[in-house]
């Protein structure tokens, strides 16, 4: 009996200490290192199994020129005296850890002021996770550090993946200050892994903006991305947000002519933890590669520098039956500007299995030859979706707090939503639905030929003429599986 008992304390000892190998293996990671100018830099790597797993698009559109060292200065007053000053800190677009560990991820930081000063961190909160988490700022004109305790507001739409989109909130004691840089630590006076840029662009640049979804799973569909700027820019919009998760390198040439009008903005979303795959394996960490975290991103982004946001997705488009633009349907609706935080729209599907426009009309050889799927497809469902399912939205980002996929979760100030009756413009979804035999009466629906068809085939071959050896779009086949 007491042979079998120290048996089983050995087994339990070489457990333990095999377990604590393996934890310390998949947590290691590369975190600070100063370089031989005496910058701080944090690495964006993860030396851990999760990482491992984890497909690093090899391919984005051109990148922005971003230093990413952090310089410093040393302190002669104020607490945390082994803290260095930052002298400057840049918008790096990379998750950076808190702490060194993965319960919790930040990404950007933006100053606001529409009830009262705050910085507010987009990032990846670990949904089991109940650490305290601490402020750091530093302000321009005070060399004191200022420390404040965070506090958490969770982002909704999770779908009870390991990580939920959160907003990190501080705030600090001289309202008429306004910080420069801040990191989040789980102690006060602790050495930070994660410097943030606070963004606080107080000018109106747009009317009307436009925020997408994260490309994923090497997004080759150039065709449709060109269909989908090209159709909103004559509908009013006059700057798109991207995120790129992973794109093919027809779309990665496409951007960068964009980019360089100065029509989109590409913000390198890579992220650092599982997430969706092609073939699904269901261990992805994360809602469908952050895309509560990169909606929020985009409305403070746009805080200040948008009047209005819109939310679509590469298939969708805001389409008025009574007016031809988007800015004249919210000036009839709203004509004040100060009532409505967003304006929702009902869903109607244009299917895509089913059989294309018959006929010949004036253009069709170049809606063929671009894949125009707004001008060939052109039967839709008699279904008119219940508001809030699969709507999308346009919003004041000035009246709202926090987005959803469908809705506004939060709104600010008294706002609310105005249910745009469908009379007056709805939400075309072009797709292939799950189930084709479902009985459905078909409808042929020309506003979109009738309203646009000219000036849009005209931007078509006009962007198209500038890619002449880009492809239109790469098959899925083309790309080593899984994808993601």
Same mark, same amino acid.
């Given at each position: ?29 590369? &975190? ?6 005496? *910058? $701080? %830099?944090?690495? +964006?790597?993860?030396? @851990?199994?999760?990482?491992?797993? !984890? ?40 998750? &950076? ?6 319960? *919790? $991820? %930040?990404?950007? +930081?933006?100053?606001? @002021?529409?009830?009262?000063?705050? !910085? ?365």
């Amino acid at each position: 009996m007491r042979f079998y008992l120290k048996k089983l304390i050995y087994i339990l000892i070489v457990f333990y200490v095999v377990s604590f190998m393996i934890y310390t293996y998949i947590t290691v990671d590369r &975190q600070t290192f100063i370089t031989a100018t005496g *910058n $701080f %830099v944090i690495t +964006a790597k993860r030396n @851990n199994k999760y990482q491992n797993s !984890v497909d690093v698009p090899k391919t984005s559109p051109k990148k922005e020129h971003r230093p990413t060292a952090v310089t410093f200065t040393e302190r002669k007053a104020g607490p945390c005296m082994d803290l260095r000053r930052p002298q400057q800190v840049f918008d790096a677009e990379t998750w &950076q850890k808190v702490n060194g560990d993965v319960k *919790n $991820f %930040v990404f950007s +930081a933006f100053y606001e @002021n529409i009830t009262e000063p705050k !910085v507010r961190i987009v990032g990846l909160k670990e949904r089991k996770s109940s650490q305290g988490i601490f402020c750091q700022m530093w302000f321009d004109g005070k060399t004191e550090l200022e420390i404040e305790t965070v506090y958490i507001k969770k982002i909704p739409e999770d779908h009870s993946k390991r990580y939920s989109a959160t907003f990190y909130i501080c705030q600090w004691e001289q309202k008429e200050l306004i910080p420069y840089a801040v990191s989040l630590v789980t102690s006060l006076c602790e050495k930070p892994t994660n410097f943030l840029s606070v963004q606080h662009n107080l000018e109106q640049k747009w009317k009307f903006s436009l925020c997408l979804t994260p490309f994923n799973f090497r997004y080759s569909r150039a065709y449709e991305l060109v269909e989908m700027i090209e159709l909103n820019r004559l509908l009013g919009v006059e700057h798109f947000f991207f995120y790129n998760y992973s794109t093919g390198s027809n779309v990665d040439e496409v951007l960068d002519t964009y980019i360089n009008e100065g029509v989109v903005k590409v913000i390198q979303w890579h992220l650092p933890i599982l997430v969706d795959r092609w073939p699904p394996n269901k261990k992805e960490e994360v809602h469908y590669f952050a895309q509560l975290a990169s909606l929020n991103d985009c409305l403070y982004r746009n805080l200040y520098t948008s009047k209005y946001i819109v939310y679509t997705d590469l298939d969708e488009f805001i389409i008025p039956r009574k007016t031809t633009d988007l800015p004249s349907l919210i000036s009839k609706i709203d004509p004040d500007s100060n009532k409505y935080g967003a304006f929702i729209f009902r869903c109607i599907f244009f299917r895509k299995e089913w059989p294309k426009l018959k006929g010949d009309f004036e253009g069709r050889a170049q809606a063929e030859k671009y894949k125009s799927e707004t001008l060939l497809t052109v039967k839709r469902e008699h279904k008119l979706w219940p508001m809030y399912q699969r709507s999308k939205y346009i919003v004041k980002p000035s009246g709202v707090e926090v987005v959803g996929i469908h809705t506004v979760w939060t709104w600010r100030n008294g706002y609310k939503a105005y249910k745009v009756n469908e009379d007056d413009a709805r939400l075309h979804h072009y797709r292939s639905w799950e189930n084709p035999i479902e009985p459905n009466s078909r409808i042929i629906d020309m506003i979109i030929h009738d309203n646009y068809k000219d000036k849009l085939l005209e931007r078509l071959n006009q962007r198209w003429m500038q890619l002449p050896d880009v492809p239109l779009d790469i098959p899925i086949s083309n790309y080593t599986h899984p994808l993601r």
